[in-house]
């Protein structure tokens, strides 16, 4: 019985959609052909600047840079120091009153912990929490190093060169594969 009535509804299916079919293509041949006339091409934008996403630069897209002899101040001590003797750091810009700022410490902390001696660290709070000069300095090297927002991280290699560079948030496992890269 089953199957008899499977048989009719298939059957009646069919037969609707053949007769749907026949009756739109009747309508289409009896309908009189007549040629649109083409569409206006759309009005062209005014070119101006190619707006891009404004993210981190990454260092696959960019070669590395040299670290910048500072024109209008002189190379902090921090850096200096760490550039004389040929050791990679990590160069780390945080607003202390952001909460994303211990976030991305404790992906940091995790990698150096793990390749101590082999890089160091160098942070600045622009916030200054507090200290006025020091957030101006701080403000100054961000600015010097083409920092554009907080945090804000750089490697520098080895040879002084800047390796890495990446504005917010980075995982320990993006932030250990760079200074592997920079401490080759």
């Excluded at 607003?95 to 994303?100: G, N, T």
């Excluded at 976030?103 to 006025?132: C, Q």
């Amino acid at each position: 019985m089953r199957r008899i009535v499977v048989a009719i509804v298939v059957a009646l299916l069919a037969f609707t959609v053949i007769g749907c079919g026949t009756a739109e293509d009747t309508a289409a041949e009896d309908a009189p052909v007549t040629e649109e006339p083409e569409a206006a091409p759309a009005p062209a934008e005014p070119e101006g600047p190619e707006y891009l996403t404004d993210r981190s630069a990454n260092d696959d897209d960019i070669a590395p840079a040299p670290f910048p002899s500072f024109t209008t101040t002189l190379t902090p001590h921090a850096f200096q120091a760490k550039l004389d003797a040929g050791r990679a750091m990590i160069i780390y810009f945080y607003d202390s009153e952001q909460l994303v700022t211990d976030d991305v410490r404790e992906e940091i902390d995790a990698v150096v912990d793990d390749y101590r001696g082999l890089i160091d660290m160098v942070t600045f709070d622009v916030s200054g929490n507090g200290d006025a000069t020091a957030a101006e300095a701080a403000t100054m090297y961000a600015n010097e190093l083409g920092v554009t927002s907080t945090p804000y991280t750089l490697i520098v290699d080895r040879d002084s060169f800047i390796t890495w560079r990446w504005k917010g948030y980075a995982e320990s496992g993006v932030i250990k594969r760079e200074v592997e890269r920079a401490t080759r």
